[in-house]
């Protein structure tokens, strides 16, 4: 069985600072990882994935994340927020076995303050 | 490209009621999934489908939810009886045939009360 953990329920940043946003993941086998963003009222949208290769992914609006096999983690970072980052951010694992079945975090608050 | 659509967004009902929501996916896309997200929690997949086939309900509560997408296309969640426990965000999404990247509707929030 998969689980993920998401060490921080709520993160509150001031705009233009750093922000990391932790995830560790339990799995028996290979995994795909995933980070999606709620914004609100709105569905979950695909962040970035690692599923092979290189362990650090971006996204086209700044967000990156390092996949640590080690460690079991796949942080997400942001070197400068802006006040539109205010979001819910979940990270997820699949097995990547046929079905793509996600287990998901309970979430990340991110507000980003003035 | 349209999106995932659902409805209703929102539903308010008594317990032991019941309550259906319907989930149009992404045109083409062969597998559609519905969760059931809890407030602070994370999305929790209930059911799956490939096509019009199921591929994974374990953690449906057969009991009282059940599923169909019998054309293989759009697709309705039904709870009968409900339970106030059922509160939640039920969320529909979609993806193209063994794809790893999913696509969510807006959800249905449903309180009973």
């Known amino acids: 069985a998969q689980s993920v953990t998401q060490l921080d329920s709520q993160v509150p940043v001031f705009e233009e600072a750093p922000v990391e946003l932790r995830c560790n993941y339990s799995s028996s086998v290979s995994v795909y990882l995933f980070w999606y963003v709620q914004y609100p009222n709105q569905g979950l949208q695909l962040l970035l994935k690692y599923l092979s290769g290189s362990t650090l992914v971006e996204s086209i609006n700044g967000f990156e994340a390092e996949f640590n096999k080690s460690q079991t983690s796949f942080h997400l970072r942001k070197p400068s927020v802006h006040i539109s980052d205010t979001a819910e951010y979940f990270c997820?694992?699949?097995?990547?076995?046929?079905?793509?079945?996600?287990?998901f975090g309970k979430g990340t608050l991110l507000t980003v303050n003035p | 490209e349209a999106g995932v659509a659902q409805s209703p967004r929102y539903k308010i009902i008594e317990k032991r009621q019941s309550v259906a929501f319907w989930c149009n996916p992404i045109s083409g896309h062969a597998t559609l999934y519905w969760y059931q997200q809890i407030l602070g929690q994370g999305p929790k997949l209930l059911i799956q489908?490939?096509?019009?086939?199921?591929?994974?309900d374990s953690q449906l509560p057969k009991d009282r939810f059940s599923a169909e997408r019998l054309k293989g296309v759009d697709s309705t969640l039904k709870i009968q009886p409900a339970k106030l426990e059922d509160s939640a965000v039920y969320l529909c999404?979609?993806?193209?045939?063994?794809?790893?990247?999913?696509?969510f509707g807006p959800g249905t929030r449903l309180t009973v009360l």
């Open positions: 997820a694992v699949s097995d990547g076995g046929s079905n793509y079945k996600l287990t």
């Open positions: 999404a979609s993806s193209p045939y063994h794809t790893d990247t999913q696509y």
């Open positions: 489908f490939q096509n019009n086939g199921v591929v994974d």
